[in-house]
Structures are given as structure tokens and as C-alpha cells.
């Protein structure tokens, strides 16, 4: 968003795919399986798959930018010092089988996050 804000691009991997998490949505879910004693090894994330790139654009036109200025590249392209995975989706098979509620889409959650900094990118 600063990039955004400043009139530069941003550049986003389009080819990495993953899964949002919201720490509020996953905090809240955290201490739902606490309080209910179900114990045990759970994937968490909000729920759907989007790229990096797909992330950044739907940020930048919630916050109000240009969703063109949103570049999306190939991993290689990008000159990253670390390897990223093409594919990190996770799935809550163990929180759904264990009685939970998955957590909202990661569309809502991060409308609710932009929202949250109104007018921090906008000086």
C-alpha cells in the first residue's frame, strides 16, 4: 500500500497460490478450539485460494488505488533470495471434522482489514 500510495507499482507473484489468514479470524478461532478443549493439529486460514498477486490487486482497489498499478510476475521473474512454494493452499479438514466453523472467505476478512486502517496510506 505505501508503494501504492506514493504513485509507484507494486509488484505481486501471480503464480504462487495460497491461503489469507486474517490474524483477528484466526486469533478468535484459536481460542474457540481452546475454550473447547478439542486439542490437536489444525490447519487455520480464511477460507478460499487466491495468488499473491490476486491479494494485492483486491487490497489495492479496496484501499482505493489503481488496481493496475499491481504487477502481477513469475516467481523467477521477481529475483526473490528465498524459494517460494507455486502451491501453499491449506486444508481445514481436521477443524471441519473436528466441529469448528471455518473461518469467513478471505475476500471479507480483508475488506474488513482495509477498513480497519481507513486513511493510514493517505496521510
Known amino acids: 500500500m505505501r508503494a501504492l500510495a506514493a504513485g509507484q507499482e507494486y509488484v505481486a507473484a501471480r503464480d504462487q497460490m495460497g491461503t489469507a489468514t486474517y490474524t483477528l479470524d484466526a486469533a478468535a478461532k484459536i481460542m474457540e478450539v481452546i475454550e473447547a478443549g478439542r486439542y490437536g493439529t ?61 473461518p469467513r472467505p478471505w475476500e471479507e476478512a480483508l475488506a474488513e482489514y482495509i477498513e480497519s486502517l481507513h486513511g493510514v496510506w493517505r496521510g
Do not use: I, T, W
Request: hydrophobic fraction near 40%.
Open 42 to 102: 489444525y490447519h487455520l486460514c480464511n477460507q478460499g485460494l487466491c495468488s499473491r498477486f490476486d491479494l494485492a490487486r483486491r487490497a489495492a482497489s479496496l484501499a482505493g488505488f489503481d488496481p493496475d498499478k499491481v504487477v502481477g510476475k513469475l516467481s523467477e521473474e521477481m529475483g526473490r533470495p528465498g524459494v517460494r512454494l507455486k502451491y501453499s493452499v491449506m486444508a481445514m479438514d481436521a477443524l471441519e471434522q473436528g466441529g469448528f466453523s471455518l
